[in-house]
């Protein structure tokens, strides 16, 4: 142990730990910006800055290594000045606009200039000195140049945590920013919608492109019918942009509060999650049998998922090659679109020409989903609205609800009707765990062999997780899978996709099938989520996502009554034609670079 | 304080048998070198001024068996010129230098980062290269050096930022700890030295640290290369020893007119006429990478301190917050002082901001950034406000 | 013409196609064709498994990796304060006048590039500039007319 005082309190900690670490094992405050736990180092802000005895310069506490006998001290008139001319400096180069931003109030520099530099400003305006880009190209994301403070978390996310590097830092001195290649539009690079930048942006620089407005009109025009589905993830974060703890499950009141804003329908994107499961699952099944039985070259091994859109637009980016492994099923949110002006449509009697789509998504890649061109198989643009878990977060304070006082109710039929494997595709792993829920059950006739059918081995937060299920007792049709060992994998945010990808490419790995999120964490991870996040914050959304699964009464997707009852009434049987031309996509190669 | 008076000395760019020295320092092995290092006091040539021996001997003392030397021939600070001639010149001697500290600390790689404005060097330097590479051999050494070359960055003369250039990324300098010995390029032990450094190494074991220490005074123990230039009838490169004062210098080199002299370049310190004579250019008193530039009293200091900003705001390398935007408020702030747009009390808040640069910036740029600043306007205040 | 597959190749081939060889790589390309083109930096992102975004980023720190198209002879003017000192303006209004060209331009014959540039060590014989790699120093208008006219000769 190393130890050291600060502010005259002595503490002790591990070797490698930084003062940071130390002060905050103290509960002793020091203001950061540029640090993220998610991300490495940067020390690039200053705003950190500490006063150790007898040293010539202050210290970047989030970087200085705690050492034997050190005597730091956070709060000296040294330390205070220095920080405020940071924080001067730092807005004096920031589009300063707080009351049309939207960032507004949950923005970190905001709330050290509430500590550092309120009154008049000490430094020059230096925003005019540039010519500003704000680049809102993308269906996704807004990047605003005047409002980056140029500490690199939104890069280092994009390396570190997705192997995008759809940005980087260009120029340097006073022309240092943050760039895609040459500037180009972010909807013209390899940028995956991800919006895991967005989500560690400690000022308004990278934002979802909101559509809360486009909502309010359709839900105040009366000649429109208005359905809204909402994600798994959402129930399990929304109530943190609402004043609830990490990991508050707040289902019932969000469906009520969704009502009370005005949606005509209250569906959940859990029906259409329990029907990817027997899409993909049929899917898979009938993969193996195509090269187990038939010995077919053609069928592509292993089969990925294809729920998650930032993922779809990263392999299409740079994997094109493995696109035939990536399953057909659309995601759930496109699933749903699609049943919504078809099938919902007619049950309710409305004219689909009538009905406005809305989803829920913690995703700011959905937004870039639905607008894809292939994303109109009822004849309509099958989503014609996505809002983040933040921007429904927004509409319900733009609408004076007492989110808090509200009772809890149900979603409406006929698509909204869950099952515990639906709500689980909302943590990495979920997706996996509920095909295999009902894949080994149609195959076996029996339930998946762990207690409580809880599939422990591809639960958690490590990177890349894999698990072998051993498949016995086959019913005859299946016969040919009897003894077989099932392998899979899964892997979260795109830095461990990448790299199950590059041994899929290599040949090197043998998986029949891998679960792919493009967030840490999964879903309750995306990018869309409330800000801030952490492992910690990630780890509590996971846990109410498993304590919603256990208290379903369905846990298993193909135990879903209005899922079983759209193959009785509409689609036939999984993978049917029918399905096949509403719930099935295929993808495009895109440019490398 | 013991001063000298200006003597002048041809060690650095004397011709010598090179394989002699690299001989003697073989046979000397790892601990006599150091030893011989330690005892001359000779510390950095490049500006920092850190005792070289201490370095190597920490470097040394690393137990990883992939090391290696650096050359630093990014010299870019305004007003030094010194390496590009040393390069021209004795560039064997430079090659010795790394060989020497290559024994000395057990690497077997070796690194000269040229600045790009140097390219021309290129041809004649990989020649002369070739022909010491055979030599080394010859005598046993197992060292190989390779060049890389810059492309128009200052702040690659930072030593991290260096690394980070051979490594093929944006010059950014790096956090320390930790530092270039323990890990510096690849992530591996590393000694960085200047040009003029590595040469002193040769004189050093040629000559002995005992001769060597003879020359400057108790705290600047050598000669050194100085690069003269501004407003002088002999602008050029002199090799002096260290410990004379600022006025003897003047009367030396001047024109007779000097108002200040500017030592250590953009990012060193302004001396004003007054204190010409109680300032001992070394490193007991103003520190130098040898850059010394005289102004008469036609200059206006406004206008070299414009241009001293105007260059860092250009060539910080960005990432830390007191750096990137110091620069350009300090510049904006003096343009804004002398148009009269802020009243001159701003400039208060200007020495301020620099005192800030100074403690808080992650590297040697912005930490320095404040020395010509608080320099140039606590002397010349009047000149930077009418 | 501005083809860069094979050179990038040759380039790889040569220094090898590690991170480390970035900046070599480039400095190749701006050797042949004074300036990186978007397709040359995606050329290079691909030989070296690297994002687009990461090889600008990192071009486009370096004052000599010019990423804007620049002419087949770049002049750079020193800037800093002794070649200010002796004559810096003159020298520039002298290339201005010769060439019909502002700093930062390009003739139209994509011949000259003129351009400032920070101290490049040759104070003592200010003022001083390079065109492509080669300095010249202690410039007077005479001087400079004389280089330009050989250049444009050439």
Redesign the interface.
Known sequence: MINLTINSNPVAVPEGWTVLQAAEKLNVRIPTLCNHPDLCVAGNCRVCVVEQKDARTLIASCSQPATEGMEIMTNTLKVRNARKHIVELLLSEHRADCTKCYRNQNCELQALANEFAFGDHLFLDLVGEHEHLIDRTSASIIKDDSKCIRCQRCVRTCTELQKVSAIAVSGKGHEQKISTFHDRPISHVVCTNCGQCVNRCPTGALTEKTYIDHVWDAIYDPSKKVIVQTAPAVRVALGEDLGYDPGERVTGKLVSALRQLGFDYVLDTDFSADLTIMEEGTELLTRLKKALVDGDKETSLPMFTSCSPGWIKFIEHKYPELLPNLSTCKSPQQMFGALAKTYFADNVKVDPENIVSVSIMPCTAKKFEANRPEMRDSGYKDVDFVLTTRELAIMIKQAGIDFRRLDTSNYDSVMGESTGAAVIFGATGGVMEAALRTAYEIVTGKEVPFENINIMPVRGMEGVKEATIKIEGCLKEWSFLEGAELNVAIAHGLTNADKVMSAVARGEANYHFIEIMACPGGCIGGGGQPIPTSTAIRQNRIDAIYAEDMSMAIRKSHENPEVVAVYKNFLGEPNSHKAHELLHTHYVERMRY | METRKITKVDLIFEHIDPREVLVKAYKLGSEGIIQEMLDSGVKGRGGAGFPTGMKWKFCAAEPEPEKYIVCNAD???????K??EILDRVSYKVFGGMAIAARAVGARRGYVYL??????LMPQLLMELDGFHKMIDEIGYDFRIEF????????CGEESALFE????????PR?K?PYPTKCGLFGKPTVVNNVETLVNAVIIIKYGSEKYRSMGTQFSTGAKVF?????TPT???YELELGMTCLEFVKEFGDGDAKAVQVGG?AGFCVPRKAFAKTIIGFEGVPTGGSM?LFNSS?SMY??LH??LD????????????C??????LL??VE?VKRGE?KSAYLN?LV??AE?M?????CGLG?SVGNAFNSIVENFREEIIY | MYQTDNLVKELVELHGAGRTSLIPILQGIVEKYNYLSDDAMVEVAKELDLSAAEVYGTASFYSFLDIKPRGKYVIRVCKTITCSMKGKMEVIETLEDMLKIKVGETTSNGKFTLLETNCMGWCHKAPAMLINEIPYTELTTEKVVKIIKDYMHQ
């Open positions: 010299e870019g600070e305004p007003g030094t010129f390496d590009r600045r790009g404005e140097y390219k021309f890389k070359l810059g492309s128009g960055a200052y702040i250039s051979i490594e093929g990324k944006r010059g950014e956090n700890p690069s003269v230039s501004g407003d602008p050029g490169i953009a530039k200059r206008n070299v241009n001293y260059f860092f705001a250009e060539e910080s390398c960005g990432q830390c917050t007191p990137r935007i110091g620069t350009q408020q904006r702030g804004a802020m808040e301020k901001l800030t100074k403690i808080s910036s992650k930490q």
